[in-house]
């Protein structure tokens, strides 16, 4: 299933049961670079961040 635009350059995959997570948020940086940060709360309470760089070519 594809994530939900929530705004703000922020995306949930939707359908999520209550107090598990999963979101996406990107941001375009002045340098050309993007990051993504992918944070996420699932079962037994596993929380876990993520972040991810696109580098400018």
Do not use: Q
């Not at 995306?11 to 948020?25: I, N, Q, R, V």
């Not at 002045?30 to 760089?53: L, R, Y």
């Amino acid at each position: 299933m594809p994530y939900r635009y929530l705004g703000h350059n922020t995306f949930e995959s939707p359908g999520m049961p209550e107090g598990l997570s999963d979101t996406l948020a990107f941001e375009l940086l002045p340098d050309g670079k993007i990051k993504c940060t992918h944070e996420f709360v699932f079962e037994n309470n596993a929380k876990g961040k993520d972040t991810f760089w696109k580098e400018k070519k």
